[in-house]
Nanobody
């Protein structure tokens, strides 16, 4: 099991940027697929993007493709979600999740979750 802590959320105007961080403890990410999900009020948690830490698999939801970028810092065992050109519909709680195995765009694929960080985009 890996423990995950997200940070970096906040309030931003439409068109602005934020960078979220997800720090892992307990284990390294080296054998994991790491994903980002978000949940808006009254809606189900949805997939944003995910990648295989060791390479070979990277996928973004169509709604964020070209605006969001996932990256990593191996030395810090940290995954980032760079969010540019933010829109009000990007508002929600953003969660970092991890799973063993390759790939996964369904939240039920992921065993380990962070507590989430709130992102609010004003119009």
């Amino acid at each position: 099991q890996v423990q995950l802590v997200e940070s970096g959320g906040g309030l931003v105007q439409a068109g602005g940027s934020l960078r979220l961080s997800c720090v892992a403890s307990g284990r390294t990410f080296s054998s994991y697929t790491v994903g980002w999900f978000r949940q808006a009020p009254g809606k189900e948690r949805e997939f944003v993007g995910a990648f295989r830490w060791s390479g070979g698999w990277l996928y973004y939801a169509d709604s964020v493709k070209g605006r969001f970028t996932i990256s990593r810092d191996s030395a810090k065992n940290t995954v980032y979600l760079q969010m540019n050109s933010l829109k009000p519909e990007d508002t929600g709680v953003y969660y970092c999740a991890a799973r063993t195995g390759i790939g996964g765009m369904n939240r039920r694929d992921y065993a380990d979750w962070g507590q989430g960080t709130q992102v609010t985009v004003s119009s």
